[in-house]
C-alpha cells in the first residue's frame, strides 16, 4: 500500500512538471526523485520495523504454545500420579479388608470347632453317665465271670447292643469312594444316600467334609442353590482346612450368583482370592470378576 502511495505521488509530479518549462522541470524531478527515495526508505524502514514486530510476536507466541504444551504435558502427569496413587490406595485397603475378612472368617471358623469339640465332650461325658448309672449285670446261672470261653445269652456270635450298632456302620473309605463313582456317573440320588451315610457316621472325619462339598456339588448341578450354599458352608465352616475348601468356596459365589445375590457373590469370590490366591479356583474367581466388569488388583 505505501509503495503504491509513493507510485502515484511521483506520477503526479511528473504531469505536473510537463506543463512547465525544461529548466524547471528538471529541478522538479531532481526534488521529486529525492523526495521519493526518501519516500522510499521510509517504507524499507516501517517495513523492517514491522517484519521485527512480527518476529518478536511469532516467537512469542511459540513460547506461549510451548508453554502450554509443557503444561498440558505436566498436568497429564500429575493426572496419572493421582490416579495410579488413588488405585494403590484403594488395593491396598482392598486387601486388608480381604485380610480382616479372611481373619473373621477364621475366628468363626474357630469357634465353630470349638462348639464341634464342646458337643463331643458333652456327648462322651453323657455316654459315661448312663454307662455309671447302670446297674451291674446279673449273674447267669452256669456262667463264671471271667471265664474263658463266656458266652453271652443268644449263643455263639452274639454281641453287645453297642457293638452291634456300631458293626452297622458302613465301611469310611469304601462308602466315600462308592459316592465319588456314583457321581462321576451322574447317579446322584444313589451318591447322595452314600455321602449321608459318611456324615452320618463319621461326622469328625475330613472325609465327611469332602462329602458334604459332593452334597453341595450334587444340588448345585440340580440347580437347588440354596442347598448348595448351605453344604459348601458346611466345608468352609466345619473343614476348611481339606483340599476341596476352595472349591467349595468358589462354587458357593457362583450359587450365589446364579441366586442374583450379586454383593454376595462378589464378596465370596474375593474372600477365595485372598485366602487361595496361586490356585485354579482363585484364577477362575478372577477370570469371573472380570468377565462381569469387577475390578480386583493385589499389592
Known sequence: MIRKAVLTVALAAML??????????????????????????????????????????????????DSANKMSVAVTNLQKQ??????????????VSGQVQALNDSVDELKTRIAKLDKTIQDLQ????????????????GVIP?????QLP???????????????????????QAG??????????VASGEFQDVVHYYPLDDLCGSAKFYLGEIA??????NEAVNNYNAVLEGFSGIAKAPAAQLHKGYSLLSMNKRDAGIKELRTLIQRHPQTPEARAARTKLNGMGVKFTTN
Do not use: C, W
Not at 83 to 95: G, I, L
Not at 146 to 150: D, L, R, V
Open 16 to 65: 505536473a512538471a510537463s506543463s512547465t518549462p525544461a529548466h524547471a522541470v528538471a529541478k522538479e524531478i531532481v526534488e521529486l526523485q529525492t523526495q521519493v527515495q526518501q519516500l522510499l526508505n521510509m517504507v524499507q524502514m516501517i517495513q523492517s520495523t514491522l517484519d521485527t514486530k512480527f518476529g518478536v510476536l511469532q516467537h512469542l507466541s511459540e513460547q506461549t504454545a
Open 146 to 150: 471271667g471265664a474263658s470261653g463266656t
Open 180 to 189: 465319588v463313582r456314583d457321581f462321576t456317573a451322574g447317579r446322584y440320588a
Open 126 to 141: 453323657t455316654q459315661i453317665q448312663q454307662l455309671q448309672s447302670q446297674p451291674a449285670p446279673a449273674a447267669i446261672p
Open 82 to 95: 493421582i490416579d495410579s496413587q488413588t488405585q494403590a490406595a484403594n488395593a491396598r485397603t482392598e486387601t
Open 220 to 225: 448345585y448341578q440340580q440347580q437347588n442353590y
Open 154 to 176: 443268644g449263643g455263639p456270635g452274639s454281641a453287645l447292643p453297642g457293638a452291634a450298632q456300631n458293626a452297622q456302620a458302613p465301611p469310611l473309605e469304601a462308602t466315600y
